[in-house]
């Protein structure tokens, strides 16, 4: 496998608050890795840094051979290799379902309108949200609503995918169809970066673990049962003892 994603010793701060801490780390393509860690360690920015969303102060990161760096003209070309899933969907309220999934690949990537749609279509029935189509975002459920958000990323066909926190909104009835959805694109080869705090669904999707705290990888496996049943440093052992898993 050759590596899709590239970071090293990344460095970010606002103000005087240091985030990130010289954090280097590399995902290979058909990946998955899921980042784990108490609420405030820097998993969100650290995925924003990697599309851009956020400018770094030290340190690089560089996505299938090209450096992120937010303040070029080119950004844009970079993003469509990345797709990123938030937890507060962001999804169009006046646009319906399919109007919001081939909104970016018709305006951006300027693709035929009907293949898109025709895309759209497949990728709604594959999450089991076809008949949603003409539905707008307000007539649908948090899972629901988040599943289109997994399938606007998708249609884009980016090399690498993000997810910070996609359940953490959601009511718990709401969390399992999302986090099937996620389990079934890690099947089929994604590359994937996950950071959640689900511990049960990260047992069962992650080809590695990585395990942050204060800004700083603390510990990183790709022995993931290892980790889960007797993490080596203290500090993840702490943090698992909060949580209840199978």
Do not use: W
Request: glycine share 6%; net charge neutral.
């Amino acid at each position: 496998m050759s590596d899709l994603v590239k970071v090293k010793h990344l460095h970010k701060e606002f103000g005087k608050n240091v985030v990130l801490k010289d954090i280097s780390l590399s995902v290979e393509r058909g990946e998955v890795v899921v980042i784990i860690g108490p609420s405030g360690c820097g998993k969100s920015t650290f995925l924003r840094c990697l599309n851009g969303l956020e400018s770094i102060e030290g340190g690089v990161v560089v996505i299938d051979g090209l450096p992120v760096e937010p303040d070029k003209k080119d950004i844009y070309k970079i993003r469509q290799k990345i797709g990123m899933v938030f937890q507060s969907y962001e999804l169009f309220p006046h646009k319906t379902v399919l109007e919001n999934i081939i909104l970016s690949p018709v305006k951006v990537q300027k693709r035929n309108k009907d293949d898109a749609m025709r895309e759209a279509l497949v990728l709604l029935d594959k999450v089991g949200l076809a008949d949603k189509k003409d539905y707008y975002p307000r007539q649908l459920s948090g899972g629901q609503k988040q599943r289109v958000a997994i399938v606007r990323a998708l249609i884009m066909h980016p090399e690498v995918l993000l997810f910070d926190e996609v359940t953490a909104a959601l009511d718990p009835e709401m969390v399992h169809e999302v986090l099937q959805t996620m389990l079934d694109l890690a099947r089929t080869g994604s590359t994937m970066v996950i950071v959640t705090h689900e511990m049960a669904f990260a047992k069962a999707v992650a080809d590695r673990i990585v395990f942050f705290d204060q800004g700083e990888i603390v510990e990183e496996t790709r022995n993931v049962k290892a980790f889960f049943d007797e993490p080596s440093t203290e500090r993840a052992r702490k943090f698992l003892k909060t949580f209840a898993y199978d």
